[in-house]
């Protein structure tokens, strides 16, 4: 079955700084890679995701780049803000079907 | 929007109870998934299911199991709940053009 490791498990950046979040997957079968976040007290929601056919995707302030060949993928938030503070999930599987999480990362942005 | 709603947000039951947590979702998605949610290890796959009547294991099917009687309606049952079901639980929904919604989540204790 998948496999996703999530680096790093805690990432602390000043407000304004960008972070970067880095996950690999095993299974060569994977076609759809989202990434959530996760406040306080809530379920984790959907922010950005990718489809292998695709490099990079932009949406405003974050990006998530798919590299097939090295099977890995990373989040990048820019111009860091107090409330993107959260823990944040990367997934790897089919789009509507089985998605395999990360172990998370607790992002902290210091204003 | 769509909407996953789980019956309880905290609850607290004795070792050795049997425990039904229910999830409902209002967007008509075929597939339903429960997760549970432990510090350092992520979201890991319980059950999930593809249409009505059907389930499928996850990756730690031991000690739970599910029903899906009706399309909007999954439930978690714990046969004989243990010291280390104590976990957050997340429910799931999906279909082939939307991905993953999220629920709020049941944090349970056993005591």
């Known amino acids: 079955g998948e496999n996703v490791e999530q680096h790093p498990s805690t990432l602390s950046v000043q407000e304004g700084d960008s972070a970067v979040i880095k996950c690999t997957y095993s299974?060569?079968?994977?076609?759809?890679f989202p990434w959530y976040k996760q406040e306080l007290g809530k379920g984790p929601q959907l922010i950005i995701d990718i489809r292998s056919n695709v490099g990079e995707k932009k949406d405003q302030r974050i990006a998530v780049t798919l590299n097939k060949t090295a099977k890995h993928f990373s989040l990048h938030i820019t111009e860091t803000q107090p409330e993107d503070s959260a823990v944040y999930f990367c997934?790897?599987?089919?789009?509507?079907?089985?998605?395999?999480f990360g172990q998370g990362t607790i992002l902290t942005v210091h204003p | 929007d769509v909407k996953v709603t789980q019956s309880s947000r905290y609850l607290v039951k004795r070792t050795g109870e049997k425990v039904f947590l229910e999830c409902v979702q209002d967007?008509?998605?075929?597939?339903m998934f429960w997760y549970r949610q432990d510090p350092g290890l992520g979201l890991r796959l319980i059950y999930f299911?593809?249409?009505?009547?059907?389930?499928e294991k996850g990756d730690i099917p031991e000690g739970y199991s599910v029903s899906r009687e009706k399309k909007e309606r999954f439930s978690l049952i714990l046969e004989s709940a243990s010291t280390n079901q104590t976990s957050m639980y997340l429910c799931?929904?999906?279909?082939?053009?939307?991905?993953?919604?999220f629920g709020s989540g049941t944090r349970l204790t056993v005591v």
């Open positions: 799931a929904s999906s279909s082939s053009s939307y991905g993953y919604t």
């Open positions: 299911s593809y249409d009505v009547k059907m389930k």
């Open positions: 299974d060569s079968a994977s076609n759809y």
């Open positions: 997934a790897g599987g089919t789009s509507y079907g089985k998605l395999t």
């Open positions: 967007m008509d998605h075929e597939n």
